[in-house]
């Protein structure tokens, strides 16, 4: 079988450095914000390019707290993308405001910058973009719309760890940014695991708080916090990916260009990559009209294929009535018609080839 991500074979070449430092962590019995806790935020600030970066539970307890800390409460409306895991929209919702979703860019699959400010109301207070698949976003006339209309931006980068735009990493240029460390992820912890990043002193002090009962000094609490620390085991592992991160994106974008290559002359759309930012193939994301057929004879074949983001969340059960009149052409035809290939840093080229003859045979 070829899955979609190949982790046991990312293990084999950490396998030593991670069990000495999980070895090392259990002997010291610093199990909750401990050292490598400490030691990874400061690896991603630094890496990053940020002021801050605070190690949480997950990605969606990320973009939870970032959007407490940047003040967005209820009655807010929040402009987001459809085309994305519902995490982007829970996290707006958990802080009692409203998800406004509004159209991607086609070719791109990012929230399209026109369709936000068509969408901006006296209650907008904030947008969310998300990097998805892992390339950015249209961060300068985001940010332009942002600054021009006094709103918030905090970026879910939960796909796009290590992807840089206009010099800058994602999540370093808006008023916070979202990771996920799901296994799963460019950067996966071996659990769950998520990071807040920011440049604001003030916001970054306050996430500190909320992922720990809301307390600075211990059994003393300020305001109301939550359970949502990144575990100093998932710490560890971080921390050695870390180091390996660049070689990582830079393998996966060789196996995205590889199978663009190959495909090139084939009835289906491969990933556009629009120059601006450096995209990371979090998935390597295709368009076909003859879907089913090529998931067919994937399957046939043992290769692993998936759906990102098969139904849109204005079209799910839990958004669909106050959704109802929403339509997103280019959402809903993208995800009608979008498949995503196995990718990680280990695809090589062999298996890459044998992936695409599979698809050929479908196709032509
Ligand atoms: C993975 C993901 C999340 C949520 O991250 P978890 O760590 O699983 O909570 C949020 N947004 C996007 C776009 C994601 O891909």
Same mark, same amino acid.
């Given at each position: 079988?070829?899955? *979609? ?14 069990? %000495? ?20 935020? %400061?690896?991603? #600030? ?8 605070? =190690? ?46 509004? /159209? $991607? /860019? ?27 698949? =892992? ?23 939960? %796909? ?28 996966? #912890?071996?659990? /769950?695991? =998520? ?7 003030? #916001?970054?002090?306050?996430?500190? *708080?909320?992922?720990?009962? =809301? ?7 300020? $305001? $109301? ?19 390996? $991160? ?21 009835? !289906?759309? @491969? ?26 004879? !994937? ?16 079209? %799910?059960?839990?958004?669909? /009535? ?8 280019? @959402? ?33």
């Amino acid at each position: 079988m070829i899955p *979609m991500v190949n982790l046991k074979a990312q293990y084999a070449e950490i396998k030593d450095e991670v069990e %000495q430092g999980l070895a090392e962590t259990i002997a010291n019995c610093s199990f909750i914000l401990g050292p490598n806790v400490q030691a990874f935020e %400061q690896e991603c #600030a630094d890496y990053l390019g940020v002021k801050h970066a605070i =190690g949480v539970a997950s990605g969606t307890d990320a973009l939870h707290l970032a959007l407490i800390a940047e003040g967005i409460g209820p009655g807010d409306e929040v402009i987001t993308t459809a085309f994305t895991f519902i995490a982007t929209a829970e996290a707006i919702r958990y802080v009692g405001a409203k998800p406004v979703f509004v /159209d $991607i /860019d086609p070719k791109t699959f990012n929230i399209s910058p026109e369709a936000i400010e068509q969408a901006i109301t006296p209650n907008t207070k904030a947008v969310m973009p998300v990097h998805l698949f =892992g390339q950015p976003a249209d961060m300068a006339r985001i940010t332009a719309i942002c600054s021009q209309h006094n709103l918030k931006l905090i970026e879910d980068c939960c %796909q796009s760890f290590g992807a840089s735009i206009g010099g800058r990493q994602t999540g370093a240029i808006g008023d916070a940014g979202g990771y996920s460390f799901f296994p799963s992820k460019n950067l996966g #912890a071996y659990g /769950d695991g =998520g990071l807040v990043v920011t440049n604001s002193d003030a #916001a970054a002090e306050t996430i500190k *708080m909320l992922r720990n009962h =809301g307390s600075k000094v211990r059994y003393y609490h300020d $305001i $109301i916090g939550y359970n949502s620390r990144l575990d100093e085991m998932q710490a560890v592992i971080l921390r050695a990916k870390l180091k390996r $991160i660049d070689r990582y994106n830079g393998a996966r974008r060789r196996a995205a260009h590889r199978y663009s290559e190959l495909m090139a002359d084939l009835p !289906l759309t @491969t990933p556009f990559e629009d120059g601006v930012g450096e995209h990371v193939y979090h998935q390597y994301t295709l368009l076909c009209d003859r879907r089913d057929e090529v998931m067919k004879a !994937l399957q046939e074949n043992r290769i692993a294929s998936a759906i990102y983001y098969p139904v849109p969340l204005h079209r %799910q059960n839990v958004f669909k /009535d106050e959704c109802a009149g929403v339509s997103l052409p280019n @959402t809903e035809k993208v995800a009608a018609t979008c498949l995503s290939l196995p990718i990680c840093s280990e695809l090589d080229d062999r298996t890459i080839e044998s992936i695409v003859k599979v698809i050929r045979a479908a196709l032509v």
